[in-house]
């Protein structure tokens, strides 16, 4: 029988997902990559294989009210496709791993509730990540999960980029800059040497421009800053979170507006960025449709605000050697990229206009000081090569057997709970039926 492995990015509005296949006596290959998204408004599911091409898209009915359906109704899709199969382990993505975790970890009951306990420092992802892998705990208890955490890629920061300058006493606990994005940005690390082997030694500027978006400063494929601190909201202007904003705001919204910490929260990470300065929209590729002046200023404030940090993480860096863009706005959008470019003009980017509209990977002239790079991101790739190395599955088939790895191996899709069964019944004959009308 095939082996399998699964990865799982949960987000608030979408689950994506990668299933890997180990033929006998050969090595993982990926065998489908996918995702649920509009979850909470208009669900879709769509797969492709390993080769781009797309299978199993299906519009779902609005039964995929939350992340815990979606997990339901993605069960159900990987039984009725890999039914039977020996899942060998699933990783994850977890945005906060604290001060504690500094990579990749096996998920137990007790790692599980430390990693609750960092769910007021990210509160848009973490309860998403968690309730996949409880979910994952439910129906496959026997089978290891591995928590991969945007933040160990970051552990490399000097002290003095970790600090929060306030008085130290608050600061003995979790109070420092942390930095986000770390998967994507270990991912692209991780392919210089091989997309832009001239670049892969020196200093580079990652822009991850997505519904989050940041910067990392690398040296010699390591972090050196990152824009994110505490929590992720600092940084760059975002789809829907503002950014650095001076703290005295945040007084301001308390004493003067007396707001509670709970609406805070919900401006900060829900109503801010891209979506608060035009009060249209947080996708960037609709304001760059829009011609409304609050549209136009949202977008030029999204690229003021990179360069303006970009010249920052030059600074902390002592020159630059190339800038490379990646992620939903850095990998689709020439308009945002070109204009982020010129901003930076003065450290020596000099932008070739036709191989920037045609996504590079090079985008800068043979003449540019600076060099400038379209690399897609993988983190999802990134994920499935830490759980892999941590349960000992890249290696001869046959597993680890120290201790800490030994959980048996024996999962399999699983029996979904009987409380379940019908309201997944439900979900699964809605989605197939729509998916067998489209076909
Ligand atoms: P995340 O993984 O953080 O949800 P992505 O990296 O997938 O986000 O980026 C999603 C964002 O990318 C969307 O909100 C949209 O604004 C932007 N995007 C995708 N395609 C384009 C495009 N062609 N032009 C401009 N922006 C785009």
């Not at 979606?70 to 699933?90: C, E, H, K, P, T």
């Not at 190339?322 to 992620?327: E, I, K, R």
């Not at 790739?381 to 680890?400: K, Q, V, W």
Request: charged residues 25%.
């Amino acid at each position: 029988m095939d082996d399998y492995a699964l990865v799982l990015n949960a987000g608030s509005s979408s689950l994506k997902f990668c299933v890997y296949r180990r033929p006998l006596v050969e090595s993982w290959r990926l065998e489908a990559r996918g995702q649920i998204e509009g979850i909470g408004t208009s669900p879709r599911l769509s797969v492709k294989d390993a080769d781009g091409r797309a299978f199993g898209n299906a519009r779902m009915q609005e039964e995929i009210r939350n992340g815990r359906d979606a997990l339901d109704f993605l069960a159900i899709w990987l039984r009725s496709r890999y039914g039977g199969a020996r899942v060998l382990g699933v990783g994850h993505r977890v945005v906060h791993g604290g001060a504690q975790f500094t990579g990749p970890t096996v998920v137990t009951r007790e790692v599980l509730a430390e990693l609750y306990d960092l769910v007021p420092l990210a509160p848009l992802h973490q309860p998403h990540n968690l309730a996949a892998i409880e979910a994952v705990f439910e129906r496959l208890p026997d089978v290891p999960q591995v928590a991969c955490f945007d933040t160990s890629f970051h552990r490399t920061l000097a002290e003095v980029a970790q600090v929060i300058p306030l008085p130290r006493d608050l600061c003995r606990t979790e109070l420092q800059r942390y930095g986000f994005h770390g998967l994507s940005y270990e991912y692209i690390a991780s392919v210089l040497p091989q997309e832009a082997p001239e670049i892969a030694g020196g200093r580079v500027i990652v822009a991850h421009l997505g519904s989050g978006s940041s910067l990392c400063a690398l040296n010699e494929g390591k972090s050196v800053d990152n824009s994110f601190g505490f929590t992720a909201l600092d940084g760059l202007c975002m789809g829907t979170r503002p950014g650095a904003i001076d703290p005295g705001v945040l007084l301001y919204l308390f004493q003067n507006l007396n707001l509670s910490p709970k609406d805070v929260e919900t401006i900060l990470y829900k109503e801010s960025g891209l979506l608060g300065i035009s009060g249209i929209s947080n996708d960037m590729r609709v304001l760059l449709a829009h011609d409304e002046p609050q549209a136009r200023l949202a977008v030029d404030y999204f690229v003021y605000r990179a360069a303006k940090e970009i010249g920052a993480l030059a600074a902390v860096l002592g020159g630059v050697e190339a800038l490379v863009f990646t992620a939903g706005i850095g990998e689709n959008s020439p308009e945002i990229r070109r204009r982020i470019c010129e901003a930076s003009r003065w450290l020596g980017v000099e932008l070739d206009t036709e191989a920037n509209n045609s996504k590079g990977p090079r985008i800068s002239g043979p003449h540019s000081k600076v060099s400038a790079w379209v690399i897609p991101t993988n983190e999802e790739l990134m994920i499935a090569r830490h759980t892999g190395a941590l349960l000992g599955l890249n290696g001869e088939r046959g597993y680890r057997t120290s201790k800490e790895n030994d959980h048996g191996y024996k999962g399999s899709t699983g029996d979904r709970p009987s409380e379940d069964a019908s309201r997944i019944d439900r979900i699964q004959a809605a989605a197939v039926a729509e998916a067998d009308q489209r076909s």
